[in-house]
């Protein structure tokens, strides 16, 4: 899913290219795209861009006569800038945004059309989109704390819990907390003042480096390979592959269609955390330590018995 990162970049290119323009048309192929029924998506045409932001993980194009477009990519949704006009053609295709001088083409993969649009009139109506998350870039230290103590809940999920924090999924939150050496699993309320201090900083500057790194690879363009798995991450989508600050096996948990990756010697003092799935499985034989599982990966596999 597009995060914080991915989302200031879009936004920053699309206000090169439509800021101040008319939209001509939204076409759309899905009927599942539009979420919205008043005012009618007919209204926003020929109304011209008046600003871009970005709600949570949301993009929001605002138009004259306070409408604004509430674009939601979830997982699999991506954008792309393309002649104008373009014809919407595969199954993949879900909408198009006419402008004068192209067209922004909205695609979902898969086959569960997840993404959403939106056609609000008013701030208090755009409102009712903002899950409420604070914005963590800029953010004081104290607000930071403040935050943390609303609710106990691990680590993982009050930096991906969007009513909490705005902007962070499950990728950028990987990188965070092994950039703040802190276990996914951790409690929130239990960190100490200085671990505190330590993930609201590895927070800033993790997502500002990623904005800095995206900003470079798209440079004038537009960024066409939002992707969640980038090879310059150090833990996230990196199972088995090495840390790159110890050289330790990344390891991961695995729960349902989400995939948490950490290494454990940077984070949690060299031991595994139980995969749901695996640890069931295993019981006894699973490896509560880093050593342990590279003792195991040491032993000879017993041959497997002959059919008779």
Not at 10 to 31: H, K, Q
Not at 141 to 158: C, G, P, S, V, W
């Amino acid at each position: 899913m597009p995060e914080l990162p991915d989302i200031t970049v879009y936004l920053e290119a699309l206000e090169r290219r439509v800021l101040g323009e008319p939209l001509e048309a939204v076409r759309t192929a899905s009927p599942f795209l539009l979420r919205s029924v008043e005012p009618p998506l007919a209204a926003a045409q020929g109304k011209r861009v008046t600003g871009l932001r970005r709600l949570g993980k949301r993009l929001v194009i605002g138009l004259e006569e306070e409408l604004h477009l509430v674009l939601h990519l979830m997982i699999a949704g991506r954008l792309h800038w393309r002649p104008p006009g373009v014809k919407l053609a595969g199954r993949y295709q879900l909408a198009a945004f006419d402008f004068p001088r192209g067209s922004l083409l909205l695609t979902e993969a898969g086959s569960k059309k997840r993404a959403s649009l939106h056609l609000v009139r008013g701030e208090e109506a755009l409102r009712a989109h903002d899950p409420g998350g604070m914005e963590v870039l800029g953010s004081k230290l104290q607000a930071f704390k403040d935050t943390m103590r609303i609710e106990n809940h691990t680590l993982k999920r009050m930096l991906t819990d969007p009513r909490l924090f705005s902007g962070i999924g499950n990728a950028y939150s990987d990188e965070i907390l092994h950039r703040a050496r802190l276990s996914p699993i951790r409690m929130s309320q239990t960190l100490s003042e200085e671990e505190t201090a330590r993930l609201h900083a590895a927070t800033c500057e993790t997502l500002q480096i990623w904005i800095e790194r995206l900003r470079s690879e798209t440079g004038e363009g537009f960024p066409e390979k939002v992707t969640a798995f980038r090879e310059e991450m150090a833990v996230h989508g990196r199972y088995r592959r090495p840390c790159p600050d110890c050289g330790t096996p990344i390891q991961r948990i695995v729960y349902a269609t989400n995939e948490t990756n950490y290494c454990p010697r940077c984070q949690t003092d060299g031991k595994l955390l139980a995969d749901r799935a695996l640890s069931r499985l295993l019981k006894k034989d699973w490896p509560r330590s880093v050593e342990e599982l590279e003792e195991r990966r040491m032993q000879p596999q017993r041959p497997a018995p002959k059919r008779r």
